[in-house]
């Protein structure tokens, strides 16, 4: 249910369904970082910030706490990095 889905308790049912999502996310996340490769420069804006997924997606990956976390300091370069290679 989605009570059971939101309480924060880890029961079998819902941990099979956040790992497919997971699982779903990490390879959509490949491939638009494959696409987003051999994008021009200027689509940048649009895309950019998927090089915050893969951080995320860890996050959701260790064991939950309340929130998934990922440092400022962290995002910050991730999005630095991303916009000067053009590497999602």
């Known amino acids: 249910t989605k009570e059971t889905l939101f309480s924060g ?6 941990s099979a369904a956040c790992r497919a999502v997971l699982e779903r996310s ?4 490949r491939e638009v970082a494959r696409l987003a490769w051999g ?6 804006p649009a895309y950019g ?3 915050l997924v893969s951080d995320y997606m860890h996050a ?6 309340g929130v998934a976390k990922v440092p400022l300091l962290r995002r910050q370069i991730r999005l630095l990095l991303a916009s000067a290679t053009g590497k999602v």
């Open 26 to 29: 990490v390879s959509a996340h």
């Open 49 to 51: 910030y998927v090089a």
């Open 9 to 14: 308790a880890t029961v079998h049912e819902t």
């Open 60 to 65: 959701l990956d260790r064991p939950y706490d």
């Open 39 to 44: 994008a021009p420069k200027e689509f940048f």
